[in-house]
């Protein structure tokens, strides 16, 4: 399709000199028949779904040459990368082509981290300290933009050698869900339905309200971890691995962890943000997914990164952690917003200090649970749990639930149709016959067909039908494999990796190894377990260029200011500094 616009697909089609050459491109062509052609949906009566079914040969040759291999850069054989594009379409290329070339990417910053985190333990504490600051600016200027150009360039080379062109327009396709009022376009004549601009602002002031209540939500929740961990650290003092308390912080930072990234994040924060964007009613697909992606930008900033972001410039900061605490309080309990807590706490429970203002009558113990100690806030440890163990999660449940569910569906409805299949044969051939309906056509027709073809077919021959009809009923009812998440959780991590791989100098290399796994599965769900998508034509990966434009632009300032306020890094320059604790 040469046009910008997927209306124009008929002409694209018949100005074409040969049958198009793709499975994707023959299924993009019948799904537009389909649906704007002859106008069927899943509305109407007879129609359960509509949906690609997958190719049993392309997708076994792609588990077997592709996820069950040992190769790590396993897209570094372009016939599997073609052979993506060409069953799945360009968007979905594209996703695996741009989490190839970014794990490639993260192998030297790995490598680098790896050995700073080596040296750590063998140089002194001033010289490594002197080190994080050209390693935290390295990372976010030099590896972050120029990971991003040769992006653009890999990307040229990528449309250049699928369509001969280096400048491929990007099609439009038509969001299903558009409604608004049909009037005549003055320009062309024609009757077209037009949604009012104005009638979105409302809807933009929800979602105003919903990022301002989960960023409360966050900040609550940023406060209680800290609590537990405080209590944790106060209750159980040897802190050795596998010690006591080192269990127990690891399965409090699992457990706060697992919720911020699995139920908050996937299960609120990315549902809410498609259900206010389809609220507000786009035109096109590429219309919605540009409103989408720059909304769940704001939302990770307001909800996923407030945690990082509340730990690194509030709790760290004297004053400002104490503030936040007590406030958490005065809200909840009600104490003064002077009182005092953990280490501000003597003995015989009066307060030596008041964090917040001067000693006075109402510098008294607090009675909320809320508490911190300055001290204690390691903010290198902070990011294991949502980079190695959340994520992990969040893998092995995407992957592992549809196969279990899969497994428990078919091993039922076998079980059923067995049965089903012993109580038609052991009524013999005249019942089934006796009991055909041929009255009502259009609601016998498909019970006709059921019944007879237990008179049609072998008992063996049935069996390979029903389980071929599992397989089809099973898939109707996944979800359709849509990169969109993927991206999505890539963004984030890309904007872990460029802003706070100074605090952790192993997150290169955990996001690696992580990718390299999430490669595997991601491919193991398009072919297995979810539905196929119906190809998309793409000239890139779309507004996710920008967003991680925007995260590579804030990682400096957040570098900066981790080095000037949070870490502490500018004592170490002067010869004078000395521990405050």
Not at 172 to 191: A, D, I, P, Q
Not at 206 to 215: N, R, T
Not at 523 to 540: D, E, H, S, V
């Amino acid at each position: 399709m040469e046009h910008g616009a997927v209306v124009d697909m008929e002409q694209d089609v018949a100005q074409r000199r040969d049958d198009p050459t793709t499975p994707a491109e023959r299924i993009e062509i019948v799904d537009y028949i389909i649906e704007q052609r002859a106008r069927l949906s899943k509305r109407d009566v007879w129609i359960h779904d509509l949906f690609p079914m997958h190719n049993q040969s392309v997708t076994d040759t792609l588990i077997h040459r592709w996820v069950t291999s040992w190769r790590l850069l396993e897209l570094d054989d372009k016939k599997v990368l073609r052979s993506l594009r060409y069953n799945f379409g360009e968007k979905v290329a594209y996703y695996f082509a741009f989490l190839k070339y970014y794990n490639s990417w993260l192998i030297p910053l790995a490598a680098i981290g790896i050995l700073l985190e080596l040296l750590r333990g063998v140089i002194s504490m001033t010289t490594y300290m002197r080190l994080l600051p050209f390693w935290g600016l390295g990372v976010s200027v030099i590896w972050g933009f120029g990971f991003l150009k040769s992006w653009e360039r890999e990307n040229a080379c990528m449309q250049f050698d699928w369509t001969g062109k280096l400048h491929v327009n990007q099609i439009e396709y038509r969001n299903k869900l558009f409604y608004g009022v049909s009037r005549v376009n003055s320009m062309t004549g024609e009757v077209e339905v037009v949604y009012p601009a104005w009638r979105r602002l409302p809807k933009y002031f929800c979602v105003f309200l919903f990022m301002l209540a989960q960023m409360l939500i966050m900040l609550v929740l940023v406060a209680s971890w800290v609590t537990i961990y405080e209590i944790l650290k106060a209750t159980y003092k040897e802190s050795y691995i596998f010690s006591t308390q080192w269990l127990l912080i690891l399965l409090e930072g699992c457990v706060f962890g697992f919720f911020v990234d699995v139920v908050q994040w996937n299960m609120v924060v990315t549902k809410m943000g498609a259900l206010f964007t389809h609220w507000e009613n786009y035109r096109t697909e590429e219309q919605y997914e540009k409103a989408l992606v720059r909304k769940l930008f704001l939302l990770d900033f307001l909800n996923y990164y407030t945690w990082f972001f509340s730990l690194a410039f509030i709790f760290v900061i004297p004053g400002l952690g104490n503030y936040l605490t007590n406030t958490f309080n005065h809200m909840f309990f009600g104490d003064d917003i002077n009182c005092c807590f953990g280490p501000y706490v003597n003995q015989d429970g009066s307060c030596t200090v008041c964090p917040v203002g001067d000693k006075d009558a109402t510098c008294i113990e607090c009675v909320g649970f809320f508490t911190f100690d300055r001290r204690h806030v390691d903010l290198s440890a902070m990011f294991v749990t949502p980079i190695v163990i959340t994520q992990s999660l969040n893998i092995l449940l995407r992957l592992v639930a549809p196969i279990m569910v899969r497994k428990r569906r078919e091993k039922a409805q076998a079980y059923a149709d067995a049965r089903a299949q012993k109580r038609v044969r052991e009524a013999g051939s005249m019942r089934i016959i006796g009991a055909l309906d041929y009255e009502d056509h259009k609601a016998s027709q498909f019970g006709n067909k059921s019944s007879a073809r237990y008179l049609e077919y072998t008992p063996s021959e049935i069996e390979v039908l029903n389980k071929k009809a599992r397989e089809i009923l099973f898939d109707s009812e996944q979800d359709t494999f849509d990169p969109y998440d993927d991206f999505h959780v890539l963004t984030v991590q890309f904007g872990f990796t460029v802003m706070f791989s100074m605090l952790w100098p192993l997150m290169p290399f955990a996001c690696f190894l992580i990718n390299s796994v999430k490669g595997r599965a991601d491919g193991y769900r398009l072919c297995k377990t979810l539905k196929r998508p119906i190809p998309r034509r793409a000239n890139g990966i779309g507004a996710w260029k920008g967003i991680l434009t925007s995260f590579a632009y804030i990682a400096v300032i957040v570098n900066v200011l981790l080095i000037c306020i949070s870490t502490g890094v500018l004592e170490f320059f002067d010869e004078t500094c000395h521990d405050e604790f």
